[in-house]
Nanobody, 124 residues
Framework: QVQLVESGGGLVPAGGSLRLSCAAS????????MGWFRQAPGKEREFVAA????????YYTRSVKGRFTISRDNAKNTVYLQMNSLKPEDTAVYSC?????????????????WGQGTQVTVSS
């Protein structure tokens, strides 16, 4: 069982930055691939970024590539999402997810555990 708690969301002007954190419970965090997803009002949940258990493999959706960076610290049981050059279209609830595999995926259906989400609002 893994419990995930996100933090770091907030209101930021366009062009600004935020760093989201996702703290995980459990001793086997390092064996989980991790992902970040987001959901805007009236839209479906969207893949944002994912990272393998070791951090050696990362994936991004095209719209955030070059602006967002996913990373993890297995000693701290935490995964991060550094978001730079934020745009109003990045506004959404951001959730982290854990997959009981070492390799991540972009499909939300293949993740086993989810956090409650944190709101990110980018003003124009």
């Amino acid at each position: 069982q893994v419990q995930l708690v996100e933090s770091g969301g907030g209101l930021v002007p366009a062009g600004g930055s935020l760093r989201l954190s996702c703290a995980a419970s459990g001793r086997t965090f390092s064996s989980y691939a991790m992902g970040w997803f987001r959901q805007a009002p009236g839209k479906e949940r969207e893949f944002v970024a994912a990272i393998s258990w070791s951090g050696g493999m990362t994936y991004y959706t095209r719209s955030v590539k070059g602006r967002f960076t996913i990373s993890r610290d297995n000693a701290k049981n935490t995964v991060y999402l550094q978001m730079n050059s934020l745009k109003p279209e990045d506004t959404a609830v951001y959730s982290c997810a854990a997959r009981a595999r070492v390799v991540p995926t972009t499909s939300p259906n293949e993740y086993d555990y989810w956090g409650q989400g944190t709101q990110v609002t980018v003003s124009s």
